[in-house]
């Protein structure tokens, strides 16, 4: 479901933006990810700050909603329940621009932050683990793109491995977790 919202500054009239919040269920990764849960929710938070003052600072253009949509996913896979990420996915959905939060880290320290840990998920192996570190390796490239660390780093896991396919992260159709119910 796609919901039209409104968009408005002090200074200039309101527009329209569509919003599909991420379809992620009870989320890809299961307890052989390689992170602790307090871990897996310090990211999700950070993320779901970090795409919020994305879509803010960007006016809900299209480009940043589509950015939010795959960042708030991995949040969502990472912490099904995590609460900022949550919140900004239903105020979206409900066409409300969120309000800006302050983050712990710069988009640049963050970016560092995902690629730092991307690379020790990587070196753990395991198909989770292999899989959310090339997830944080494309989010970092995307948030800092003059970093040329981050940059080298994603574009051998892409010639490698190809891109991210972001429709399996973002329309999420795998099957509960044998060890969770639903509500």
């Known amino acids: 479901m796609v919901l039209a919202a409104m968009v408005a500054s002090a200074d200039e009239p309101a527009k ?4 599909a919040p991420p379809k992620v269920g009870n989320g890809m990764f299961t307890n052989d990810l390689g992170m602790l849960d307090s871990e897996r929710q310090d990211y999700s938070t950070n993320l779901a700050s970090y795409a919020t003052n994305r879509v803010i600072a960007a006016k809900a ?3 940043s909603l589509d950015e939010a949509r795959r960042i708030l996913a991995v949040a969502l896979h990472l912490s099904p ?7 900004v996915t239903f105020q979206l959905g409900k066409g409300i621009l969120p309000e800006a939060v302050v983050s712990d880290y710069s988009p640049q320290v ?3 932050l995902l690629l730092t840990r991307g690379q020790l998920l990587e070196k753990q192996n395991g198909e989770q683990n292999v899989k959310l570190s090339r997830m ?3 989010l970092a490239c995307s948030m800092d793109p003059k970093n040329e660390d981050i940059v080298y780093a994603s574009e051998v896991q892409r010639l490698d491995h190809g891109s991210v396919n972001w429709a399996e992260v973002t329309d999420f159709k795998g099957k509960e977790k044998p060890d969770e119910k639903a509500p």
């Open 110 to 112: 963050l970016a560092r």
């Open 136 to 138: 944080f390796l494309e």
């Open 61 to 63: 253009s299209a480009e």
């Open 16 to 19: 329209a933006f569509s919003w």
């Open 81 to 87: 329940r995590n609460r900022k990420a949550l919140v």
